[in-house]
């Protein structure tokens, strides 16, 4: 890596101790990765110590919500290594999202160094107990102080980190969402944007008062098929088959999704993309044909579901975690904790860097 | 006011030279307001200098756009005072938009501190000329340092200014948008909230490059009926009647749509609040019985409409600006700016704080 270390940044390294309980995204590691662009102009990028951020209040960020992200983790392997799982893929998801809001997609080699430089100087604080590992947040936002509504000028591309355990654990009570809608056909759905997050608040709230863990969003064009959760991809496991909604332009297209699909043929399973009509779901779950249900992504890796509440009905699924989910969730976690062979060629070895 | 004026802001202010070209929100005011609220419990608001702000990398708006604002005017009147217009309207939406949000809404007490504080102390930047003003800015931002998906637990409340001109100017040619979409049904249309804009900079950007300079933005439910612009109101004169469209959820709730529908109705004016279908309204155009259209909002007052195009054909309207338009525009600022009696009880003075 050829980026100029700052004694700050050595200082900060040689001065973290990670605390026990890690939590999700909550305990951040004392460096990050920054890099600016001007008039799409992009400069190199720097490590440099975690500190606060410094933005104009007329930023185009904080009125405008031009800002997209990622969500993706180092493991550490059984043979002490740190590896990546498909960064490459979450470099061109987020090219696609900076496009969807008139951004300048960061360059896969800025991408990559920066997740890169990350991982190789907090190799430390990569946790070892299984499940775990060092959350990476690259992202990207407009930084223009000018009020007028058009795409800023200038941006600022961050890699912060946070060692983390998995974003779900346990059996989630889901919702079926029938009022509000996370994103519109024609909007931001496929992008992994901010407005889609802030638009599920509101619901995530109200279910959670009702004692559910997150909600189940239709589509808003229809009202009838699943969508997708919050930051998560549907699996339903009928009649011995795999179905996760085929991507329709407001579902995000999901790294571990993909995964999963391509794990769980390889693994003999029949594997279904298309529409999921909610009724028809929650009769297979009472009549018993729908065994089990999960949802999967970056953070969760996978949730089992237990529950589908909608209206005053609770539909309880046979089986939570059920055989298919943990089979999958295992198979996935043996492979990204480098127990079997990697024969998906996913995994990507980070060079450690030490300071000493 | 019984705020503790900072010496800094005292010499911010002092030190102040206003450009003479201003355009539109990119001159800011030397001087801004602050308020911060934990855990549900809001600090009192000061004046601070106009400075960066300082936010965590994670914090949440940066990721999961957790942010909402408004757009004001304080306007020099006639007799050389300044007054707002309406601002317990802004302050009641902006509580309505961070609800949407699972925001705390700012307390209309300290909304109006801000937006009367920041305005007393910069009287001396509202212009003169017709149709310009102090364009104020609050916003609202979730700034707890933190990756879970959830609402912030922190909160800062800013309110900055900008002496600016009329947002836009001449004669504006639309794009009918019949691809994107700015908001869903059940989505966070009617909020004024980051994530509608973010979505609505692709289609403008390309619009742009064909000549056009706003997006015509239709329902995404039904893709047939006209919601706005961004960030505007429309309206259409058709066989002599007022036209614009029904608040549906999807559409923002204008402070000046609902101003310039109680002026046009005072002023004789039929005014139809009713689903505007985008095929009837171009054959409308196309047959002379829809003579004019115009666009409202705050920043913009009104903005003529010349022309409508959809796919390869341009529906030019017969007059823009067109009579109705000149005359509703008029008869708005002649009570923004003190010309005429205020019979609405729209305005309201505020007293200047001079520092001498």
């Known amino acids: 890596m050829s980026i100029y270390i700052d004694p700050a940044v050595a200082a900060s390294l040689r001065g973290y101790e990670?605390?026990?309980?890690?939590?999700?995204g909550t305990v951040m590691a004392p460096v990050m990765f920054r890099a600016v662009c001007q008039d799409g102009c992009w400069s190199r990028g720097e490590l440099i110590p975690y500190a606060p951020l410094s933005l104009d209040p007329a930023a185009k960020v904080l009125h405008y919500a031009q800002s997209?992200?990622?969500?993706?983790?180092?493991?550490?392997?059984?043979?002490?290594?740190?590896?990546?799982?498909?960064?490459?893929?979450?470099?061109?998801?987020?090219?696609?999202?900076?496009?969807?809001l008139c951004m300048p997609?960061?360059?896969?080699?800025?991408?990559?160094?920066?997740?890169?430089?990350?991982?190789?100087?907090?190799?430390?604080?990569?946790?070892?107990?299984?499940?775990?590992?060092?959350?990476?947040?690259?992202?990207?936002?407009?930084?223009?102080?000018?009020?007028?509504?058009?795409?800023?000028?200038?941006?600022?591309?961050?890699?912060?980190?946070?060692?983390?355990?998995?974003y779900h654990s346990g059996n989630m009570r889901l919702w079926v969402e029938r009022e509000d809608s996370r994103a519109a056909i024609g909007g931001t759905g496929d992008a992994k944007v901010g407005g889609n997050y802030a638009a599920s608040l509101l619901s995530i709230a109200r279910l959670k008062q009702r004692g559910y863990d997150q909600s189940l969003w239709l589509n808003a064009g229809?009202?009838?098929s699943v969508d997708e959760l919050s930051g998560m991809n549907f699996f339903a496991v009928i009649d011995a088959e795999l179905h996760t909604p085929a991507l329709n332009g407001s579902i995000l297209e999901g790294i571990t999704r993909e995964s999963l699909i391509e794990l769980a043929r390889d693994l003999g399973y029949q594997?279904?993309?298309?529409?999921?009509?909610?009724?028809?779901?929650?009769?297979?779950?009472?009549?018993?044909?729908?065994?089990?249900?999960?949802?999967?992504?970056?953070?969760?890796?996978?949730?089992?579901?237990?529950?589908?509440?909608?209206?005053?009905?609770n539909y309880q699924l046979a089986s939570a975690p059920g055989p298919v989910a943990e089979r999958l969730r295992q198979a996935l976690l043996d492979i990204q904790e480098g127990r079997t062979e990697d024969r998906f060629g996913w995994m990507q070895p980070v060079e450690v860097i030490s300071l000493d």
Chains 1, 2 share one sequence.
Do not use: W
């Open 271 to 313: 594997v279904r993309e298309c529409a999921i009509d909610i009724d028809e779901l929650l009769r297979r779950v009472a009549d018993g044909s729908c065994e089990e249900a999960f949802a999967c992504g970056t953070a969760a890796i996978i949730s089992p579901i237990s529950v589908l509440g909608d209206g005053g009905e």
């Open 222 to 224: 229809n009202r009838q």
């Open 68 to 100: 997209c992200f990622e969500g993706m983790k180092a493991y550490r392997t059984r043979d002490g290594g740190i590896s990546l799982f498909r960064p490459e893929r979450n470099a061109a998801r987020m090219a696609h999202s900076a496009e969807r």
């Open 105 to 166: 997609p960061v360059p896969e080699s800025l991408f990559m160094d920066g997740v890169r430089t990350v991982t190789a100087y907090c190799a430390n604080l990569v946790p070892a107990n299984s499940g775990e590992s060092l959350y990476l947040r690259p992202f990207l936002m407009g930084t223009q102080a000018d009020l007028a509504v058009s795409a800023s000028t200038s941006y600022e591309f961050y890699v912060i980190a946070s060692p983390s355990e998995a």
């Open 18 to 24: 990670m605390p026990e309980k890690l939590g999700f």
